[in-house]
T-cell receptor, first 110, second 120 residues
């Protein structure tokens, strides 16, 4: 079983739609959680950190449920520019190496 | 300012050939990470340096893979006797300090554009 698992993609949605991505992680001792965004043939970039209290950044909302070992990302009012692969990322320990899920591809269509 | 740079951006190697991939981290960044990303997958951790010390090499897939950072700045990932399964994008990332700082704050890892390695 992979340490971080994500919804299989691709997600094809129209502009303006709301889309949700889910992710589960296996190590209950995981310390920090993130969503990264990766455009086609580009490097991953940090989208947002994820906190137990939930956090919002404009149209993006991230949630963490430690009891269920579950992370989510909600994108409201999708834009064409949101088309990318979204990577769920976990840090297990102080060493800081990032553990990535396989990514979920989002395609927003006009 | 300048980000993380990697060279070459693309490398085609014949099976059995040795390759060397270079990473120039952001100036002043203490921590440096190498990841391997296969097609359609998320990046997977290979190895981690803090300054010149290689603190974790648990992700290196075989003894054909070797990484160094002799002066605590530029790093080189070397793959000996390349195999077809080594074909992937090799990503380097650097951060100001080790992964989690005081109060478990995250020291963001900034990624380079990667080297796309194709082994024929």
């Amino acid at each position: 079983r992979k340490e971080v698992e994500q919804d299989p993609g691709p997600f094809n949605v129209p502009e303006g739609a709301t889309v949700a991505f889910n992710c589960t992680y296996s190590n209950s001792a995981s310390q920090s959680f993130f969503w990264y965004r990766q455009d086609c043939r580009k490097e991953p970039k940090l989208l947002m950190s994820v906190y137990s209290s939930g956090n919002e950044d404009g149209r993006f909302t991230a949630q963490l449920n430690r009891a269920s070992q579950y992370i989510s990302l909600l994108i409201r009012d999708s834009k064409l520019s949101d088309s990318a692969t979204y990577l769920c990322v976990v840090i297990f320990n102080q060493g800081g190496k990032l553990i990535f899920g396989q990514g979920t591809e989002l395609s927003v269509k006009p | 300012g300048a980000g993380v740079s990697q060279s070459p951006r693309y490398k085609v190697a014949k099976r059995g050939q040795d390759v060397a991939l270079r990473c120039d981290p952001i100036s002043g960044h203490v921590s440096l990470f190498w990841y391997q990303q296969a097609l359609g997958q998320g990046p997977e951790f290979l190895t981690y340096f803090q300054n010149e010390a290689q603190l974790d090499k648990s992700g290196l897939p075989s003894d054909r893979f070797f990484a160094e950072r002799p002066e605590g700045s530029v790093s080189t990932l070397k793959i000996q006797r390349t195999q077809q399964e080594d074909s992937a994008v090799y990503l380097c990332a650097s951060s100001l300090a080790r992964g989690l700082g005081g109060g478990s704050s995250y020291n963001e890892q900034f990624f380079g554009p990667g080297t796309r390695l194709t082994v024929l």
